[in-house]
């Protein structure tokens, strides 16, 4: 059951409720998403639609097309190969560096965040689990010392996130994801073995687009 939240801004409820709709598949990819009918739904006006519509476009969940209006995005097959492969460069380089100086704080993040993960799967919480999801890589990223990587890898998480929303069966049984690919990783960042965190972490992306892209081309 999706537990209330609490808005600071009609912005902020726009785009919450805006992405809970698209999470849950209540909308389709390519589908129009004029400014007008969403504000009259949410009882606000078209300005917090706009800034929501524009957050989102940020996530690559939304396209603003001038002139045209908003729709939900709908990626190719390319699109999401092209994503991934920026992806696991930036995250190798970010588990390399991570493995050789990660402390206690951002293990106790990993752990947290796996706590948290398996939880997400079992009760079939499809944004409570992208959300627990990209806090691992976030902390892998962070435990890199680099912020300026640190940085790269969440804006690309954000987009690779939307495919998953799009495409992933995460609501079908047989198709239900699992932890291990991340307890292999934290084991391996705990050991400091910086080649074994890197192949770990290449093999856990490449699952990942290899399943996606099975998806979009049927």
């Known amino acids: 059951m999706r537990e209330p939240r609490l808005y600071t801004t009609s ?9 809970h709709r698209i999470i849950t598949k209540q909308l389709k990819p390519g589908q129009r998403l004029p400014e007008v ?4 739904q949410m009882g606000v006006s078209r300005t917090p639609v706009r800034e929501a519509l524009r957050r989102l476009a940020s996530e690559g969940l939304v396209i603003i ?8 995005a709908a990626p190719t097959v390319r699109e999401i190969e092209d994503t991934f492969l920026v992806r696991e460069q930036l995250e190798c380089l970010a588990i390399r560096l991570a493995s050789e100086r990660i402390g206690d704080r951002h293990l106790r993040r990993l752990e947290e965040a796996l706590v948290e993960e398996a939880r997400a799967i079992e009760e079939r919480d499809l944004e409570t689990y992208l959300e627990v999801n990209e806090a691992f890589h976030k902390a892998v990223a962070d435990a890199s010392g680099n912020r300026v990587l640190a ?3 969440e804006n690309i998480l954000a987009r690779t996130n939307a495919y998953v929303v799009f495409y992933d069966p995460f609501y079908q ?3 239900t994801p699992t932890v291990d690919s991340h307890k292999e990783i934290l084991v391996a960042l705990r050991a400091h073995d910086s080649e074994k965190s890197v192949r770990l ?8 687009i290899s399943g996606l892209s099975r998806i979009v081309e049927d």
């Open 37 to 40: 009918n969403i504000a009259v």
């Open 201 to 208: 972490m290449k093999r856990h992306l490449k699952e990942s």
């Open 173 to 175: 049984n047989e198709t």
């Open 11 to 19: 912005a902020d409820y726009a785009y919450q409720e805006l992405r």
């Open 151 to 153: 940085e790269y890898v």
């Open 65 to 72: 097309i001038p002139n045209s209006g908003a729709r939900l």
